[in-house]
């Protein structure tokens, strides 16, 4: 593994840092105010990046993409979480698993959604099955050529925006050695089909202004054009394709940090008590000692992970490890950050209150903490016949 980065990704993150701080950095202090990213607001956003040539970076440029590898695609994901999530996510990277249309799917959403004419969201968790994918309620029956689907999903990240959803739902029934099993299918919902409602979610203290909605399905008729992938396949199309959104997770993390670590370690320098700067205090440089530290490991094994992606080598360990470890790693530096500043790091005028407060939903989505330690603890034992 090449530790240094080429020209090409030096530019990547340069450019889009750039764009982060110039258009996106002024925007926060609104929608933290309000809770919302006006319609026009998103456009524009979506408008300026398209312009820019870095729309829909991760998808092969077959498809319109930007056909950036998996590790040059991190790099730009570390500097996305540095902004407020509601700005970031007009900057549309399509989910992956859209690459598994058909010809006839990839014209209607795939292309499109390259194209930055149409947005997906995902639906997969409901309030009797997070992290049991195998445990949903929400189910689909065949009525000749078509499905019924009845069930509801929820926390789904801005559905709200969503022009479509890929949505996953119970199909069948199967024995296994833990009795019986859900198969799952997914499927492709337009907004507005007759049966399919999105709703307002909860009010989250983290992600001020990124909506999670409620997905309802009352007999909601589905030709079997829309199934995304083989029918009762949804699970392995999962696995396939969904695993790589937990190193998002972990990239966003990691430029979050940096973010919190840059505004600590400025008012360690700056903030004079005793006659000198803190930051000359052992309480105040052991604490940026041990959070530099920890933000180049998370960073580290974030980006060995992606390289193991494109060297197609496994790496459901190393993407489990660097989500746990990038996840629990932002709510420490975010919390020493606070605590470097004081009272000040609590109050609305600096940006710190609000990663500490949004730090707190990174160990539950995309998979919990307990779930990745579940994953890696697997892999270890696995190979040992335990």
Known sequence: MDFALTSEQQMVVDTVRGFVE???????????RTGRVPGEVGEEIKRKVIELGFYAPNLPEEVGGGGLDRLTFTLLERE??????????????????????????????????????????????EPAAGSDVRGMQCTARPDGSDWIINGSKHFISHADLADFVI?????????????????????????????????????SVSHRGYQNCILDFDDCRLPAEQVLGEVHGGFDLANEWLYATRLTVAAMCVGRARRAFDLALAHAAERRQFGQPIGRFQGVSFKLADMITEIDAADWLTLGAA???DASLP???????????????????TDEAVQIHGGMGLMSDLPLARFWRDARVERIWDGTSEIQRHIIGRDLLRPLGS
């Open 22 to 32: 110039r258009e996106l950095y002024p925007l926060e202090e609104e929608v933290e």
């Open 80 to 125: 996305l979480g540095r902004p407020s999530m509601a700005l970031s996510v007009f900057w549309g990277r399509p989910s992956g698993i859209l690459m598994a249309c058909n010809e006839e799917q990839r014209q209607r959403y795939l292309i499109p959604s390259a194209r930055g004419e149409r947005l997906d969201a995902l639906a997969m968790t």
């Open 167 to 203: 949505v996953f739902v119970a199909t069948a029934e199967e024995d296994s050695s833990r009795g019986p099993k859900k198969r799952i299918t997914c499927f492709l919902v337009d907004r507005g089909t007759p049966g399919f409602e999105i709703r307002p979610g909860y009010d």
């Open 307 to 309: 390289w193991r992606l």
């Open 315 to 333: 790496a459901d360990r190393e993407i489990a490890s660097a989500k746990l470890y990038a996840t629990e790693m932002l709510a420490r530096v």
